[in-house]
Structure formats: C-alpha cells, structure tokens
C-alpha cells in the first residue's frame, strides 16, 4: 500500500474517532510527511499529530491509530536477546530493564510478552487472537516494583526520594503495559483487519466515554475537565447573551440617524433589552452508575453558576434532599463530592433502589417553592422505577411552575422503555435527550439553557 493511501485510510479511522481533520488537515499532513520522511518513525509521529490533532484529549486516540497504521513492525517480534525460557526468566527481564529504562528493551519485551502470554484459540484461525489482558494477568508486571526499585537503589539508603522513585517505578510499569496494549492491538490487525480493529479496539477520548460505561479513571478524568469545560461554554453562553440583548433592528431610528448621512444607513439601530439570568433546579438520581453523569453535570453547571441567577440542587434515590451546599463547598474536591452527598445527604428510606415515584412526590411536598416562573428545570436519570409508580401527575405538578424543563437520560435511546424504564412515559410530559457522553452534554447545555 502506498503511503498516500495508508495516509487517507489513517485520517479517515481519526474522524471516526471525533477527531475533526479534513482535507485541509491531511494536505498538511503529507506535506509534513515530505519533510520529515519516514525513517524517524517518532518524529513521523509527532510531525502528523502537530498536523492533525487540533483539541485536548485526543492524542491518545491519535497514538493508538497511529500505531496501527503505521506500525512498529510486522509478525512476531525477534528475540533480540537471550529468548526468555519461561514467564519467570521474562519477568526477570523486565525488571531489569525497567530498572534501567530501557525503552527499546521494554519495546521488545511487550512484543514477547503478547507472542508468549497472549494467543488464544488458534492464531490463524477464526476464533483466535492476541489479547493483552491475558497477558499482562499471566505476567503481573505490577508486582515487580519492590525488585525493580531494590535494583535502581542498589542499597544505597535514600528514604527521603523513596515515595518519588516508587511513583516512577509505577509510571514506567504503566507504561509498559500500554506498550503491551499496544502491540496486542497490531498482532490483531493483521489478523482481523486495521479498520475493525482501529473502529473497536482504540479507545474513544473523555468525551466521547458514556457516562454509564466510563471507568473510575474515565470519570476522575471527566471531573478533571469540567473547570475548563465550564470556562468554554460560559464563554458561548455569555456571547450570545450579549447577540440576544442587541434584539431587532429599529428601522425608524435607523432612518432617523441616516439623514446625518445623506440617507445611508451606516449605523443601524436596535431595540436593545437586558435578558434576565435564569434560575436553575437539577434535580438528580444518584443511584447505581446513574450517579457519575448526575456528579459530573452539577459540577459542570455549578462551575457555570456565573451564567445564572440562583442554581439549586437537589438530589434522590427513593428519598429526595437538596444538597445545594454540597455541591457548592464540593467543587474544589470533586472525586469526593459523591460519598459527601451520600454520607450527609437523606437519599434512601427504604431498600436504596431508585423510586421516581416517591422521590418526585417528595419534592412536590418539600420543595415546590424552588420552581418559578424563570426557573429552569433540569432533571437527570435514565428514568428505571424497578416497576415502581412513575407518578406521572407529580412530574406535571413540577412542570407547571417552571419556565423550561428538559430530562437528560445517559442511556441509549433504543433503551428506553425497556425492561423496567418509564422513559417513554416520562417523555409524554416533558422533553428527554439522549445524554450519554461530555460532548452530547456540552451540545445540550449550550443549546437547551435559556438565555
């Protein structure tokens, strides 16, 4: 294949990745490639990503495509040293050279650990493979950091710089086994094809993760985004306040102001008005995996909380509190703002399964004075009852105070209404959106909030 081809294919796997190059981008692209030619292939990389790569949080993506396309080598690796007899002698290998930080030995060592640990089934045949997961589960490089630190302090007494030698010892095991992820991800794509490979085994960016899938590091990743999230949209949301406050054009003014120049109209006028802040009530559900969307978008409108007059939160599960102050006292330690809420908030009476039913009641009872004629409701939940009453009547009884309201639901739309969801029902009183992932949330906060 020609390397203009292996280019487009490899642009193309980006942008089915959210990455947004185009034609200009690829143009650039192999004009760099021109330059910088191929024998680097470090530099071939960096030189594509600086052509490519236009946010933050997709190099990762990047990284994991480019070594598909453009791969360290193909096959087995050799053995370049003495071949390992067994795990033991491998894991002895690599403790030494992670000792030494020896990149191109640890390289080297990846490869051999997914060729030795990681085959299943016939490697050749249909249901055959390479997995870096049994790999890594059958060599347990994690356990090597007492050896790995034993060999690099030879010794030698150094209290005072152990916790920072052992953080790096974990950095380059880390490492190490994304090398290994990696290899296994080529073995596989020349057996299975780049471009499957490439659309399933290249994990998406932050925000493209659903929330209900996303892994603990997944969301510490997400809380981490949400302050420099917060400061892109409220500068959109702030930016069409300011079109919105301009209004209509005042055409008689405008002719008024035209005869200073000769009746040309060089400065229009406008009937100008002050659009007031909009209130804000989320009301979420915390139970299960539903609580890390709920977490991450309070914290992301909290963040926000310039954009509007008051913002009040309240949370349930089959019991429902405001937990205002919370979220408030919570945004400078997000990672802990669950257990917090959890450990001071009243969300459970009975079995700690979600009860819409109750929890809607609830507020109704105990809050209805925070819906207003400029409130703007926002509730969060994939809307499962465990087959209990959805009161549907509660719901309305919120909605006719309130200005706006809108249901964000993390699950897919082709759940809904399955198994023990009331989606369906809930969507005959009030608009719900598909939220599954930052970038559906970031499209909806900026389109759906008031101005």
């Not at 990455?19 to 030619?37: F, H, K, M, N």
């Not at 030995?105 to 030795?116: C, H, I, N, W």
């Not at 490089?141 to 034993?150: D, E, F, K």
């Not at 914290?299 to 008051?310: E, H």
């Amino acid at each position: 294949m020609s390397v203009p081809t292996r280019l487009v294919e490899f642009v193309e796997a980006l942008r089915e990745h959210g990455i947004p190059a185009g034609p200009s981008e690829t143009v650039d692209a192999a004009a760099a490639l021109q330059v910088l030619g191929l024998a680097d292939r470090e530099r071939m990389r960096e030189g594509l990503a600086a052509a490519l790569v236009r946010r933050g949080g997709q190099r990762a993506v990047f990284d994991a495509t480019f070594d598909l396309y453009f791969p360290l080598g193909e096959g087995a690796p050799e053995r370049a040293r003495g071949n390992p007899a067994d795990t033991e002698d491998l894991r002895a290998q690599l403790a030494d050279a992670l000792a030494a930080n020896d990149q191109a030995e640890l390289t080297q060592l990846a490869g051999l650990a997914v060729d030795m640990l990681g085959q299943y089934g016939e490697a050749n045949g249909s249901g055959g493979g390479w997995s870096a997961h049994q790999a890594l589960d059958k060599l347990q490089p994690q356990t090597l950091i007492v050896r790995v630190l034993a060999a690099i302090r030879a010794g030698t007494p150094a209290e005072f710089t152990d916790r920072l030698d052992r953080d790096d010892v974990r950095r380059r095991v880390e490492d190490f086994r994304e090398l290994v992820r990696t290899e296994a991800r080529r073995r596989a794509s020349e057996l299975r094809g780049r471009e499957r490979v490439a659309r399933h085994g290249v994990a998406p960016s932050a925000d493209r993760v659903d929330f209900l899938l996303a892994s603990r590091a997944q969301l510490a990743e997400l809380r981490r985004a949400v302050h420099p999230l917060s400061r892109k949209l409220a500068t959109r949301l702030a930016a069409r306040r300011r079109r919105h406050a301009r209004g209509q054009m005042d055409l008689r003014r405008t002719l008024r102001r035209s005869l200073s120049t000769g009746g040309v109209p060089l400065k229009p006028a406008y009937r100008r008005h002050a659009p007031g802040r909009p209130e804000i009530v989320l009301l979420c559900d915390l139970s299960g995996s539903v609580a890390g969307f709920a977490n991450f978008t309070m914290l992301l409108v909290q963040a926000l909380r310039d954009q509007f007059s008051k913002i009040r939160v309240f949370a349930f599960i089959d019991a429902c509190d405001e937990i205002t102050h919370l979220v408030d006292s919570g945004a400078a330690d997000p990672e802990d703002l669950g257990a917090r809420i959890l450990a001071d908030a009243t969300l459970t009476r009975w079995d700690g399964h979600s009860d819409y039913g109750n929890s809607l009641r609830e507020f109704t009872e105990r809050y209805a004075d925070a819906v207003g004629s400029r409130t703007s409701v926002l509730i969060l939940g994939d809307a499962r009852t465990n087959g209990g009453d959805p009161n549907l009547p509660a719901l309305r009884q919120i909605l006719a105070s309130a200005k706006h309201a809108y249901w964000l639901n993390p699950e897919r739309t082709e759940l809904w209404s399955t198994g023990d969801s009331a989606a369906r029902e809930y969507a005959t009183c009030i608009p719900m959106h598909e939220c599954r992932n930052v970038r559906q949330l970031t499209r909806l906060v900026t389109r759906l909030l008031p101005d």
